[in-house]
C-alpha cells in the first residue's frame, strides 16, 4: 500500500498509515503500529450544527423577543445577561470540546501483532480491547447508504477466536483498504507462526 503523505504528519488524520512518533499505552518494544484510524471527519458534522446552533441561540432568542415585543430584559440588569449569556458559551464551548475529545480519543490501531479499539467512556476513563492477529477469523468491511458510499466511509467487522468475539471498527474511512490491511497482517502473522519469514 502506498502511503498517504498527507495523512501521515496529520494528528488529526483519519486515516494515518505507519504513523511516525506514535505510541500507545501497552505498545510492546517491537510492535509497530501499521495504521492508526479515527471515525470519517463527516460524522462531526451533527455536532457542529448543534454547536453553531447553540452559538446562534442567544441572538435568535433576542430576535424573537423583539419580533414578538415581549419586554423581557426589565426584569434582569445587565450584569445578570451578561452571567447568563457566558455561562450559555460556556456550556456551548464545553459541548464541542467534549464531542471534539471523544472524536480524537476513540482509535483504532493495527499493528503488525494485534488490532486495539481505544473507546473513551468518559473524560476520566476509557476502555481499551485488543486481539492478537493470529486469532483474527474473518474481516468484513460494510459501507450502508448514499453519504457512507459517497464520502466512502463505514464499518470493519472483525470476527477473532478470542474472548470478544467481535471487533467494530465504526464508521471509519476506506474500510475496504482498512480490511484488506487487517488480513494482510494477520497472514503475515499466520507465516510466521509456521516458521516463515516474511
Known sequence: MAEDESSKENSLGVFIY????????DQLADEKIVLLLRAHLITL????????LLILAPFLFIWALTFFKIDF???LVPRHVFFIILFWYLLTFGFAFYKFLFW??????LTDNRIVDVNLKGVLSRDVSHAKLDRIQDVS??????????FNFGDVIIETAGELPEFHFEQVT?????AKEILDEANKEE?????GIY
Open 191 to 195: 507465516y510466521k507462526g509456521k516458521g
Open 141 to 150: 468491511p460494510r459501507v450502508v447508504g448514499f453519504f457512507e458510499t459517497f
Open 18 to 25: 505507519r504513523p511516525e512518533g506514535v505510541t500507545f499505552e
Open 73 to 75: 430584559f426589565p426584569f
Open 174 to 178: 476506506k474500510p475496504d483498504i482498512v
Open 45 to 52: 458534522v451533527p455536532s457542529v450544527i448543534i454547536t453553531i
Open 104 to 109: 480524537y480519543f476513540n482509535v483504532y490501531i
